[in-house]
């Protein structure tokens, strides 16, 4: 079992509303990723950290934000949530491997989020 | 384009019999592939990863193949169990960039049945 916490577990809030997806974990890794899943579909990767004070965009287009103030947490924020929102996020950190390339990823348990 | 595809979408077994999902993709350069076990409401677990050089790697029960030349692989569960059931994720990794660049597949959802 990885070391990686996602809260709350599930949401359920209003449009407009302002909320933030925490996320954290215990294995020191530097690499810190969030990514979008929705039912059926490919997860899609929307932020990405190297490390402290390093964030970047992913893939997918995303009106959220994220900041990495330390090693261990990476929260994500929402300013004003719409139901297009609606969907589960998952964070995830990863430890190098012996490659380049080949980092394995630990994966939290992810935030169900629906915007009503 | 670098995609992803598996195969089949769904399925459904007996508890105890064996199975094999397939994955394909057009990822290019080719860095890694992997296969996640995600349980319903859980994030992806590990199970596999295998780099260019390598054909097969098992994990208990878990066999994956690779093959770079046509770019397929495939997961074998053997003598699967209820606690099998769940979604399987190839995920393929690049060289384009340090990062290594994740293409994920939408994923084959088993049932195992008793």
């Known amino acids: 079992e990885a070391d990686i916490y996602q809260t709350p577990r599930y949401l359920v809030i209003g449009t407009g509303k302002k909320i933030t997806l925490e996320c954290s974990q215990t294995?020191?890794?530097?690499?810190m990723y969030w990514y979008q899943q929705d039912p059926g579909m490919e997860l899609h990767l929307i932020h990405y950290s190297y490390g402290v004070n390093s964030t970047e965009k992913g893939d997918l287009s995303s009106e959220s934000t994220v900041s990495r103030i330390r090693t261990e947490h990476f929260p994500l924020t929402l300013e004003s949530a719409r139901p297009s929102h609606t969907s589960q996020y998952l964070c995830a950190s990863s430890e190098p491997g012996d490659l380049q390339g080949t980092d394995t990823q630990y994966f939290g348990p992810g935030t169900r989020l629906t915007v009503l | 384009k670098n995609q992803v595809e598996q195969s089949p979408q769904s399925l459904i077994i007996l508890e105890g019999k064996n199975c094999t999902l397939q994955?394909?993709?057009?990822?290019?350069?080719?860095?890694?592939l992997r296969w996640y076990k995600q349980d319903t409401g859980r994030g992806p677990v590990s199970l596999t990863i295998m780099t260019f050089s390598e054909n097969t790697k098992s994990n208990g029960r878990y066999t994956a193949t690779l093959d770079a030349d046509t770019k397929q692989s495939s997961l074998h569960i053997t003598a699967s169990q209820l606690s099998d059931s769940a979604s399987y994720i190839c995920?393929?990794?690049?060289?384009?960039?340090?990062?290594?660049?994740?293409?994920f597949g939408r994923g084959t959802q088993l049932t195992v049945w008793p």
């Open positions: 995920v393929v990794s690049d060289r384009g960039s340090t990062l290594g660049r994740l293409y």
């Open positions: 994955c394909n993709y057009t990822v290019s350069p080719f860095s890694n």
């Open positions: 294995m020191g890794h530097d690499k």
